[in-house]
Structures are given as C-alpha cells and as structure tokens.
C-alpha cells in the first residue's frame, strides 16, 4: 500500500488549503489514518487523525480550523484547513496505521505567508 499526499502550496494568512492522501488500495479495513506535520527545527506532530468509524482527534492549536474526512470509496483521507497561520507553515505527512512499520505518505509543503 502507497499513500499520495496532494494539496500544499503557499497561502497567505487567513487563507485556506485541503490536502488530500489517496491510498494505492482500498482504505475501508484501516482503521487510524490522519496527518503529521513537521516545521523546520521542530519535532513532527499529530495535526489530526480518523477512525475507520470517523472518531476524529485534533491537535489543540488546530481544533475549529481544521477539519479530518475520509471518503472510503475513493481511498483518500482530506484535511480541510482554514484560517492559516503562519505557524501551520510545515511539511504535511499523512499516515496509516496497522501496517508496521506505520505507513507515511511522501509529504506535502505548506507555507503560510503573514
């Protein structure tokens, strides 16, 4: 299985972005899947995560901005983003769990401009 993550780019504050992770395969018997990010000089951090039964958790500094979706018939996980900061300037990893080692995605940058 392959993750395809899509959707970064630059934006000033305020602005909006939807990533998206398509799977190379069905996603309906993956149970977590979700996004990290990492920003330069810092430790990679969970943004936000689903369940196969749509559970989702957010990161603190995220919650109302962010949105987490799964559509299961086209084996992509969203993240809707909205009202950026300059602090959401990171390099977006989406992952899947119940593979080991974790299965990541390749990596998508967003930059939030001021």
């Known amino acids: 299985v392959q993750l395809q993550a899509s959707g970064g780019g630059l934006v000033q504050a305020g602005g909006s972005l939807r990533l998206s992770c398509a799977a190379s395969r069905s996603i309906g018997t993956i149970n977590g899947m979700g996004w990290y990010r990492q920003a330069p000089g810092k430790q990679r951090e969970l943004v936000a995560a689903?369940?196969?039964?749509?559970?989702?958790n957010y990161a603190d500094s995220v919650k109302v901005r962010f949105t987490i979706s799964r559509d299961n018939t086209k084996n992509t996980v969203f993240l809707q983003m909205n009202s950026l900061k300059p602090e959401d300037t990171a390099v977006y990893y989406c992952?899947?769990?119940?593979?080991?080692?974790?299965?990541w995605g390749q990596g998508t940058q967003v930059t939030v401009s001021s």
């Open positions: 689903i369940t196969r039964g749509g559970s989702t």
């Open positions: 992952f899947a769990d119940g593979f080991r080692p974790r299965l």
